[in-house]
C-alpha cells in the first residue's frame, strides 16, 4: 500500500498541475493540453481526494477553478471593412482580372497602370491616426469588427506613435502586415509551427509585455479611412508614408500590362527563397485612386486588385490507397491516402484526386510514385504520375458509379459549359446519411455557425452515437450522456454549451451560407442578404408561387447568374430542406442585415437597367446607384421607380412593361444629367 507521504506528495503536484493548467488556459489563452486532458487531471484529484479523506483537510482544491474567460480583446468596427482578395493563380486568371477591370469601366483594353507589391504571409492589421496621434489598432477579424489590439501593436518599435509632419489629414487609416522575419524565427522554431502563427500568437497576447518580447515588424500597404483625401495613387500614398517613417516594401514598384505582370511575377518568384520573409504571391492594385474608387467592391474583395499566387510548393511520395468521400454537395471525391510527407512546411498523408475524369486523364492507380503540391491551405493534389516505377501487376482504378449509402450517382448537365459535370454526385441530400454528416460540419464550421468545440471528430462521434442527426439537433444535445463520453468532462461540456449559445445569434447572410446550397458560398450569400433584408422575407422562398416571382428579381444582381437561381429553386424544391432549415429558423435569432443608409439621389429608389451604356459599363451604373442609396432590381414590377434605358440594344419589351406600368423611363443621356446634377 502507498504509504500516506507518497500519497500527499503525488496529489501536491496534481494540484499544482492543476494550477499550472488554470492560469495557461483562463490567464494567458495559451493552453498547453486539451479540455479533455484537463478534465482528466480533475477528475483524478476529486477521486483521490474521495479515496483518501485525510487529502480533504488541506484544502487545497477550494476555490482553484476558475471562470471561463471573457473576449481578452474588445471589439471595435472597422472605419471601413477589411476585404478578402481575390486570387489569381496564372497568366490567364491575371488577363481574366485586367478584362473585368476594363469592362466595368468601359475601356477598350487599356493598359491600366497597376502597382506590384510582394503579398506577406502575415497577419492584418490597421492603424487609425487622429490629427498625427496613434489612437486605435485593430486586428482584421471578420473584415468588418476587428479587435483591439492598439497596446500590442505599440510594442513594435517601428510603428510611429506620431506621424511628424505637418501636412496630414485629420485622420488616416494605414493598413500593414505584421510578421517575423526567417532569421528571428529560427530561435523560437520549437514554439510555433510558422512564423505566421508566432506573429498571431504574439498580437493576440493578454499581455503587451509578452508581446514586445517577440521581433515583431511589419510592411505597410494601404489605407482605410482618409479625411480629407489628399492623395491621387497608391504608388503616392505609400511614398509619402514611407516619408512619415511607415516601412514600406522596397520591391513594389508600378507595372503596365500583362508582359510586365508576368516578368515581375516570375523575378519575385526567383528571390523568394533568399528574402528574410515568406511572402506567397504578388498584389496588383489599380494605381489611379479614382478608377479605384470606380470600380468599387464586391461584398467580399475588391474589384481593383488581386493576389497572383506563386506556384505551390511540391514534394513526391507513394499512393497506399485510394478511398472514396461524400461532399455536402453529394459530390464523390477520390481521396489518395499517400505515405506521409513534408510539403510546404506541413505533413500531408491525403492529395484529393478531384473527380473520376481526373483518375483516368493522369492514370492514376494504388501504389503509384506521384509528385504532389500545396497551395495555401487547401488540400494537395497530385500533378504528375512517374509511370517508370509502376508495379507492372498494377490495375487501373474503377471509379464507383454508386454512393457509399448504396444510392446511383449521376453527373449533372451544366448550361454555362454546356457538357457533362465531371462531378459524380450522390443526390438524395440529407436522405443519404453521409452527405447529411457533411452538411453537419459544414453548418458548424468557421464561416457559419461558428460552434467551436463542434469540429469534424466530434460531428463524426455525435453522429455515430445518434446524438446529431439533423442541424438543428446542435440545440437539444443529451449532456447527461456526452458526459459519460471518454474525454468529455465538465469543462469541456461546459465550453461547448456557451459556443452553441454563442451561436444562436446569427446575421441573415451567415444563416443563408450556413444552410448549405449549392453554388451559394460566403459572398453570393451577402448578396442574397442584402436582396431579402430578413429572414421573413427569405422565408417566402419555401412558397412556389413566391418563390418563382423572387427568382426573376434574383436575376440582374450582380453575382448572382442562372446557376445560383437554379440551385436556389432545387433547394427549396425539395420538401426536407424546407422543414431543416424551418426548424433552424425557429431555434436561432436571426438578425436582419443591416443596409447602411446612404444619402444620395437615388434613397429608397429602385432601379432596374435595359441596354448598354457609352460613358460607363451596365456594372458601373449599377454600383453607381446602389452607392447612392438605390436598389437595383431584376424585373419590371409595380415596386419600380425609373427603368434606365440605355442607348446600345435595350429591351423593347422591358420598356413597354415599364409604360403599362406607369413607371419612370430615363434615358442614358437623362441618367448622365441625374448624376451631374
Known sequence: MDSKKKITENYKKKIESLKKHN????????????????????????????????????????????????????????????????NAF???????????????????????????????????????????????????????????????????????????????????????????SKKNFSSMKASFANPRNAAGGSLRQKNPKETAKIPLTYFAYGFGAIEPMTFSKQSEFLKKINEWGFNINELSKNINGIEEIENQHKKINDLRSSLDYDIDGLVFKVNDLNLQKRLGNTSNSPRWATAYKFSAEKAVTKIKDIIIQVGRTGAITPVAKVEPVTVGGVVVSNATLHNEDEILRKDIRVGDTIQIQRAGDVIPQVVSVDISKRNNKSKSFMFPTKCLCGAETKKEFSKSTKKLDAVRRCLKGYEC????????????????????????????????????????????????????????????????????????????????????????????????????????????????????????????????????????????????????????????????????????????????????????????????????????????????????????KPTKKKIDQAKILNIKVISESDWNKMLNS
Not at 498547453?32 to 484529484?45: M, N, P
Open 90 to 180: 496564372d497568366k490567364k486568371d491575371m488577363l481574366d482580372f485586367l478584362k473585368k477591370i476594363n469592362n466595368f469601366l468601359n475601356l477598350k483594353d487599356n493598359d491600366i497602370e497597376l502597382y506590384c507589391e510582394p503579398k506577406i504571409d502575415g497577419i492584418s492589421a490597421t492603424l487609425i491616426y487622429e490629427k498625427g496621434i496613434l489612437t486605435k489598432g485593430l486586428s482584421r477579424g471578420d473584415g468588418v469588427v476587428g479587435e483591439d489590439i492598439l497596446e500590442n501593436l505599440k510594442t513594435i518599435s517601428n510603428i510611429p506613435q506620431k506621424i511628424q509632419s505637418k501636412n496630414i489629414p485629420n485622420l488616416i487609416e494605414i493598413r500593414c502586415e505584421v510578421f517575423i
Open 433 to 648: 446519411k453521409f452527405t447529411a454528416k457533411e452538411k453537419l460540419k459544414h453548418i458548424v464550421s468557421k464561416e457559419a455557425l461558428n460552434v467551436e468545440g463542434l469540429g469534424k471528430k466530434v460531428i463524426d462521434q455525435f453522429w455515430d452515437l445518434k446524438l446529431i442527426n439533423e442541424p438543428s439537433d446542435i440545440f437539444n444535445l443529451n449532456y447527461e450522456k456526452i458526459n459519460k463520453l471518454d474525454g468529455w468532462g465538465n469543462l469541456s461540456i461546459k465550453n461547448l454549451k456557451n459556443a452553441i449559445d454563442r451561436s444562436k445569434k446569427i446575421n441573415l447572410d451567415k444563416f443563408i451560407y450556413s444552410i448549405g446550397i449549392r453554388h451559394i458560398g460566403q459572398e453570393n450569400a451577402k448578396i442574397l442578404a442584402q436582396f431579402f433584408i430578413s429572414i421573413k422575407e427569405f422565408s417566402k422562398l419555401f412558397n412556389l408561387n413566391y418563390r418563382k416571382t423572387i427568382l426573376k428579381n434574383l436575376v440582374d444582381l450582380d453575382g448572382i447568374g442562372e446557376t445560383q437561381i437554379d440551385s436556389i429553386n432545387s433547394f427549396f424544391s425539395n420538401k426536407i430542406n424546407i422543414k431543416i432549415t424551418q426548424d433552424l429558423i425557429k431555434t436561432l435569432n436571426i438578425e436582419d442585415h443591416i443596409i447602411k443608409l446612404v444619402g444620395g439621389k437615388f434613397s429608397n429608389k429602385k432601379i432596374m437597367f435595359t441596354g448598354g451604356f457609352q460613358n460607363m459599363s451596365r456594372s458601373e451604373a449599377k454600383s453607381i446607384a446602389e452607392n447612392n442609396g438605390g436598389k437595383v432590381l431584376g424585373s419590371i414590377s409595380k415596386k419600380l421607380d425609373y427603368l434606365v434605358v440605355g442607348d446600345s
Open 23 to 86: 492560469s495557461l488556459y483562463f490567464d494567458k489563452d495559451k493552453p498547453e493540453i486539451t479540455d479533455s486532458e484537463y478534465d482528466t487531471l480533475k477528475k483524478e484529484i476529486n477521486a483521490t481526494e474521495k479515496k483518501y479523506n485525510f487529502l480533504k483537510k488541506l484544502n487545497l482544491n477550494k476555490n482553484i477553478i476558475g471562470s471561463p474567460p471573457s473576449n481578452k480583446f474588445k471589439k471595435i468596427n472597422h472605419l471601413k471593412p477589411m476585404l478578402s482578395l481575390s
